[in-house]
């Protein structure tokens, strides 16, 4: 658990510096308006301080220690504590305001995963959701994450929620931030696509040091985070800055054929479209942002990066359905089997019951149920 004894004591009110400037005059029989005299302040002024609606300022605080004879920093640390201890009980108010925010966050799942952790009381928990957010209150969530920039993949089987969706966008981002890269270079990255698609038949461990390395070379990172409940995202595509974009796939499915389009599909968004053009602006399926035209040039972009188009027009003209032609097709245009069942199950060329075996289903750690 996240909390910890704090026998530090915290007071639930704030000691008024003006009240305290108050009960000094009163024991020194001295009147507002003498105040004002000898330190060269307007009466007015002086009501303000006592009411609390003007701080004392240090240029008050000096003028007060000769008049009175009080020190400096007795006025300073009056006032110090008394905005600190305000501040602290306003923000006590908002927190609590706040808190029916928090049902929509995926708390658990995220402390599973230990993107977070976990506390027995509710504002501690919104304050460790806060911070791993970045952002001071649920008002600057409103502004950051409805309104970020990104193209993503959405399954619309399952209901969404903006707070999930925007959670696993910002572990991305996290992750994301500690991967150096080289600077965005368009023709590297196109090179470096050549080379991650040889990669399909491996096991994870092996092509994932792999395509990591090949795009950071060239200015893309790519980062794996596991699915939450309620994103139904399989993968997203944006920019933290002008020279470093963002891959991020969610683990949603198991299959080679699903991830690889997934990969490539995103690798579109980078080579085709604007560094600002693709946001999110909701999970619904009505409604989500999305471009239908850059959505389906990715999709173009990676069926045809995948398998090229004529190579597959000639294999499905052939009517060769059997595993060992699949293979065989496979092998001769350097593809997993699994990603040539996939196209052909997409296309209506094959019953999704069928050859499936052909398939690889990754076992991915710490992965959640959708």
């Known amino acids: ?111 599973k995963l230990e993107w977070i952790e976990r506390h027995r009381d509710k504002k501690d928990q919104l304050r460790e959701v806060l911070r791993f957010f970045g952002i001071a209150s649920v008002d600057q969530w409103g502004e950051m994450w409805p309104r970020l920039s990104v193209a993503y993949r959405q399954s619309n089987q399952h209901e969404t929620f903006p707070e999930a969706v925007s959670a696993w966008l910002r572990k991305g981002e996290c992750d994301a931030a500690s991967i150096d890269c080289a600077p965005y270079n368009k023709q590297k990255f196109r090179r470096a696509l050549d080379e991650i698609r040889s990669l399909t038949d491996m096991t994870p461990n092996e092509f994932i040091p792999k395509m990591q390395a090949l795009c950071a070379e060239a200015g893309v990172a790519i980062v794996f985070v596991p699915s939450l409940p309620k994103t139904g995202v399989s993968g997203a595509t944006r920019w933290l800055h002008s020279n470093k974009a963002v891959i991020q796939l969610s683990l949603r499915y198991r299959s080679n054929d699903h991830l690889w389009f997934t990969f490539f599909h995103e690798a579109g968004h980078i080579l085709l479209h604007g560094k600002k053009d693709l946001f999110l602006e909701s999970t619904n399926k009505s409604s989500n942002g999305l471009d239908e035209q850059k959505e389906l040039e990715a999709n173009h972009f990676a069926q045809s990066e995948l398998i090229p188009a004529k190579e597959l027009d000639k294999f499905i003209q052939s009517g060769a359905r059997t595993k060992a032609a699949i293979c065989e097709f496979a092998e001769q245009v350097g593809i997993a089997p699994g990603i040539v069942v996939g196209q052909l199950q997409h296309r209506g060329m094959l019953d999704y019951k069928f050859c499936n075996d052909l398939k690889k289903f990754y076992q991915w750690e710490h992965e959640t149920n959708p």
Do not use: C, F
């Open 1 to 111: 658990m996240g909390d910890s004894v704090n026998n530090q004591y915290e007071p639930n009110y704030a000691i008024l510096p003006g009240e305290v400037l108050s009960d000094e005059l009163e024991m020194r029989n001295m009147s507002q308006q003498e105040l004002s005299k000898r330190i060269g302040l307007s009466a007015k002024h002086i009501v303000s301080i006592i009411k609390g609606k003007s701080p004392i300022t240090p240029e008050t605080a000096i003028k007060l220690e000769r008049a009175i004879g009080m020190p400096v920093n007795y006025w300073l640390n009056l006032e110090s504590n008394y905005q600190e201890i305000k501040a602290r009980l306003a923000e006590e108010e908002k927190l609590e305001t706040d808190l029916s925010w928090l049902k929509s966050v995926p708390v658990n799942e995220m402390a």
